[in-house]
């Protein structure tokens, strides 16, 4: 099945990221042929196709980004117009005009407020200059129709179901936790059952540096429902779905902990499951232990994400944590009782205890 068809069909199965492109792309075209309609088949404007231009690309993602790029658009466009439009008239020769407009139009829309619409400057300079003769009256509808293509395709991101991504942020947050959770079960199941394979302990800290990303996916995803909330009409709806607050923040912070100490462990792990390594791996008993207090560390990141965003079982997290914590103190006793002489292992066993504290740290430390 191609990508395409499998899209189409998520996005009719029911709410997900499929539909809500699909709503945004059916707004955009929504937003083109209402600019052409009034500019083009209405009042057969002179250089309608400018309208509708416009509308289409200020379909954003957010109502936010918009405005806010609906402003820097008609800011560079009114620049490049009013640049070409003087050039041109002045000096009479439109391959003149280009060689003197163009790198100022150019340098301009490398503005740091004109943001990502800079371009734009050079685009109205073109149309100015290439599309038949130079005059102030042309000029002035472009940038007439350019503002009405403006106005409709806010208008219609802004009125036509909003975007909104708060049920995205909370599945990406909810993704990351199960992703830490399933690594440090994975790893746990490892270490008890002796299984020291360099292979194997090298796919953990690959997933273990994947994880690293997921958890920056989740916080673009955290600012990304903010940003979509502001200036959004249906974040006053009844039945809406609650903001990000200080729960997701703090989240946030946990997962980010466990993404760091987690590729921590899995890179002890591997450098001591190494083949042409020095003898360094702990003993059968120590990494039981320690592979116990990975899976009670699993099941009080999963109880956490559930707090937060989902079931309220804040006293059973509770008891995780003091449950994890009373597991670090028998390891850390287990440890310094198992260390020898040999300066490899002391290593690898001060490393493990390393992460192990700032895991459990760092989950108490959270409100658990």
Same mark, same amino acid.
Request: net charge neutral; glycine share 8%.
């Given at each position: 099945?191609?990508?395409?068809? *499998?899209?189409?069909?998520?996005?009719?199965?029911?709410?997900?990221?499929? #539909?809500?492109?699909?709503?945004? %792309?059916?707004?955009?075209?929504?937003?083109?042929?209402?600019?052409?309609?009034?500019?083009?088949?209405?009042? =057969?404007?002179?250089?309608?196709?400018?309208?509708?231009?416009?509308?289409?690309?200020?379909?954003?993602?957010?109502?936010?980004?918009?405005?806010?790029?609906?402003?820097?658009?008609?800011?560079?466009?009114?620049?490049?117009?009013?640049?070409? !439009?003087?050039?041109?008239?002045?000096?009479?020769?439109?391959?003149?005009?280009?060689?003197?407009?163009?790198?100022?139009?150019?340098?301009?829309?490398?503005? *740091?407020?004109?943001?990502?619409?800079?371009?734009? /400057? %050079? !685009?109205?300079?073109?149309?100015?200059?290439?599309?038949?003769?130079?005059?102030?009256?042309?000029?002035?509808?472009?940038?007439?129709?350019?503002?009405?293509?403006?106005?409709?395709?806010?208008?219609?991101?802004?009125?036509?179901?909003?975007?909104?991504?708060? @049920?995205?942020?909370?599945?990406?947050?909810?993704?990351?936790?199960?992703?830490? =959770?399933?690594?440090?079960?994975?790893?746990?199941?490892?270490?008890?059952?002796?299984?020291?394979?360099?292979?194997?302990?090298?796919?953990?800290?690959?997933?273990?540096?994947?994880? =690293?990303?997921?958890?920056?996916?989740?916080?673009?995803?955290?600012?990304?429902?903010?940003?979509?909330? *502001?200036?959004?009409? *249906?974040?006053? #709806?009844?039945?809406?779905?609650?903001?990000?607050?200080?729960?997701?923040?703090?989240?946030?912070?946990?997962?980010?902990? %466990?993404?760091? =100490?987690? /590729?921590?462990?899995?890179?002890?792990?591997?450098?001591? %499951?190494?083949?042409?390594?020095?003898?360094?791996?702990?003993?059968?008993?120590? /990494?039981?232990?320690?592979?116990?207090?990975?899976?009670?560390?699993?099941?009080?990141?999963?109880?956490?994400?559930?707090? @937060?965003?989902?079931?309220?079982?804040?006293?059973?997290?509770?008891?995780?944590?003091?449950?994890?914590?009373?597991?670090?103190?028998?390891?850390?006793?287990?440890?310094?009782?198992?260390?020898?002489?040999?300066?490899?292992?002391?290593? !690898?066993?001060?490393?493990?205890?390393?992460?192990?504290?700032?895991?459990?740290?760092?989950?108490?430390?959270?409100?658990?």
């Amino acid at each position: 099945m191609s990508d395409a068809v *499998r899209t189409v069909r998520q996005a009719w199965r029911g709410p997900g990221r499929e #539909r809500d492109m699909a709503l945004q %792309a059916v707004k955009a075209a929504l937003a083109a042929w209402l600019a052409w309609v009034v500019a083009g088949w209405w009042l =057969h404007a002179p250089v309608a196709f400018v309208a509708p231009w416009v509308a289409v690309v200020l379909v954003e993602t957010t109502v936010y980004r918009s405005i806010a790029h609906g402003l820097q658009q008609l800011a560079a466009i009114g620049a490049g117009t009013i640049a070409a !439009t003087a050039a041109g008239l002045l000096l009479h020769s439109t391959v003149a005009a280009m060689a003197v407009v163009l790198p100022l139009v150019m340098l301009l829309g490398r503005w *740091r407020r004109l943001g990502s619409q800079g371009i734009n /400057a %050079a !685009t109205g300079a073109l149309f100015v200059l290439t599309n038949g003769p130079v005059s102030v009256a042309t000029s002035t509808a472009r940038l007439t129709e350019a503002l009405f293509g403006a106005f409709v395709g806010i208008a219609v991101n802004a009125l036509v179901r909003p975007p909104l991504y708060l @049920r995205d942020t909370r599945a990406v947050l909810q993704d990351a936790t199960e992703e830490a =959770h399933d690594i440090l079960r994975d790893v746990a199941d490892g270490l008890a059952g002796g299984r020291w394979d360099a292979e194997e302990a090298g796919a953990w800290h690959e997933r273990a540096l994947r994880l =690293h990303r997921l958890v920056e996916e989740a916080r673009s995803a955290v600012e990304w429902g903010r940003e979509s909330l *502001r200036g959004n009409l *249906r974040r006053r #709806r009844p039945g809406a779905v609650p903001p990000p607050g200080k729960e997701y923040d703090d989240a946030l912070v946990v997962l980010d902990y %466990a993404a760091v =100490h987690t /590729a921590g462990v899995t890179r002890t792990v591997m450098e001591a %499951a190494a083949e042409d390594g020095p003898p360094s791996r702990p003993r059968p008993e120590p /990494a039981r232990r320690y592979a116990e207090f990975l899976r009670q560390t699993a099941h009080a990141l999963r109880l956490y994400s559930h707090s @937060r965003f989902g079931d309220a079982c804040e006293d059973e997290l509770r008891e995780a944590v003091a449950r994890l914590n009373g597991t670090l103190a028998e390891l850390r006793r287990d440890l310094v009782r198992s260390v020898t002489d040999d300066p490899d292992e002391v290593a !690898t066993y001060g490393a493990l205890l390393a992460q192990a504290h700032r895991l459990a740290g760092q989950l108490a430390a959270s409100g658990a």
